[in-house]
């Protein structure tokens, strides 16, 4: 069954969450149950992009990758869209099979068998800002469904009441690594980043947690912003 | 026996390596046996700031410590100057009881027993940019020192020698996460940071590492430089 996929790009590297940082290729996942008003990957959310995401097998997915990387195994980064809704399990069966490792980053809204086969599941409940609302049951059946697999939480925090998510979501998931980060309101690629604006938002996150003594999170930027702006594929 | 402060501040979030990200207070001792042309600490190494450096006893810090977080336990990152020189292993012993962590961060010329006391050791091999040399017998003890305890190694990239440098270093030790995050030439807390310079110098190392195929190192940038430039205390 084929895959509808918008982008394969890479190495680069993870710019946010848990392995930011570490070398991957994305396979970003085109379709997702969500409309964030604050989405930076519209090009793989809306129908209107549809006739943009190719219809691939896991093969030649996998034959992408192979070719980007060189051959060389590491982390695969599955994002979207929400890539929980197609069938990624082939895929990672055939590149674990030849040393790759994969990620894979989603709201937490539908929780396939193949999380169990991850190396790393990031769960990514949207806060107020977004204009989604969040059902913790089909949340918790992702954490079922992970099984052994480590997992972390990655919120995007624009506001007060986004933070007063998070504090609810920390507390509802006292085991779950907890990574914040700012949120971008600046998502078109033909517009520079403002690098100071996006250290200032930093700031006032750092200021909003650390600084009231909520010690929990880890508080990250999204370093491709910082290093490519809004731009596509990298 | 009493320890050469040169600042305790806190809390604030680790601006690099393994921990980047983490709520932490940092406490840096005076003193260091090296002395890095680019060295961003030079008020915890050069013998005329030595006047400025607390005799603190270690329940002395460990009461600031507590004041500074609210007696929350949290992660203390100790660093310097190079803290192996003195004795922490009191400090450490008085704030694991408190529920505390502990990282150290060090250029790896000194094993103190204490290593074995801490949550993580970062070791920083000094590369050639540095202007100075490294002993790895030395480096190697304290590895052997650390026993079980969670090791990463950090290296500073300036130059294309300091990657040759860092490639060798990881080919010696296989096992360490390997972090490089590019060097900051300008250390001047009188002068603003340049962040399209700072993105510059990430987006160049990501191209020299990951973009040739080398895929090991975890790729970070000094995140406490892109919000606090090069003040202190932050």
């Known amino acids: 069954m084929s895959l509808r996929?918008?982008?394969?790009f890479g190495p680069t590297i993870q710019g946010e969450g848990p392995l930011?940082?570490?070398p991957t290729v994305f396979v970003r996942a085109g379709g997702c149950d969500y409309r964030c008003l604050w989405?930076?990957?519209l090009h793989a959310v809306e129908s209107r992009y549809r006739h943009?995401?190719?219809p691939m097998e896991a093969d030649a997915i996998m034959e992408r990758i192979e070719a980007l990387s060189g051959g060389r195994p590491l982390l695969v980064s599955i994002s979207g869209g929400n890539p929980a809704i197609q069938d990624f399990g082939p895929l990672i069966a055939l590149g674990r099979q030849k040393g790759y490792r994969f990620a894979c980053e989603t709201q937490g809204t539908i929780a396939p068998l193949w999380f169990a086969d991850l190396d790393m599941l990031v769960l990514s409940p949207k806060p107020p800002s977004s204009g989604m609302e969040t059902d913790w049951s089909a949340f918790e059946a992702c954490i079922a469904a992970k099984g052994a697999v480590p997992a972390a939480m990655k919120i995007v925090i624009f506001d007060e009441a986004d933070l007063a998510f998070a504090r609810l979501a920390a507390e509802r998931y006292?085991?779950?690594?907890?990574?914040?980060?700012?949120?971008?309101?600046?998502?078109?690629p033909a517009i520079p980043v403002d690098l100071d604006?996006?250290?200032?938002?930093l700031s006032w996150l750092v200021a909003q947690t650390v600084g009231k003594g909520w010690l929990r999170p880890r508080i990250l930027p999204q370093l491709h912003v910082i290093v490519w702006g809004n731009q596509r594929g990298v």
Not at 5 to 8: K, N, T, V
């Open 52 to 54: 943009e995401w190719l």
């Open 39 to 41: 989405c930076d990957s």
């Open 20 to 22: 930011i940082g570490e």
């Open 197 to 201: 604006a996006l250290a200032g938002r």
């Open 174 to 188: 006292p085991d779950l690594p907890l990574f914040l980060q700012p949120g971008n309101g600046e998502t078109d």
């Open 5 to 8: 996929i918008a982008e394969i």
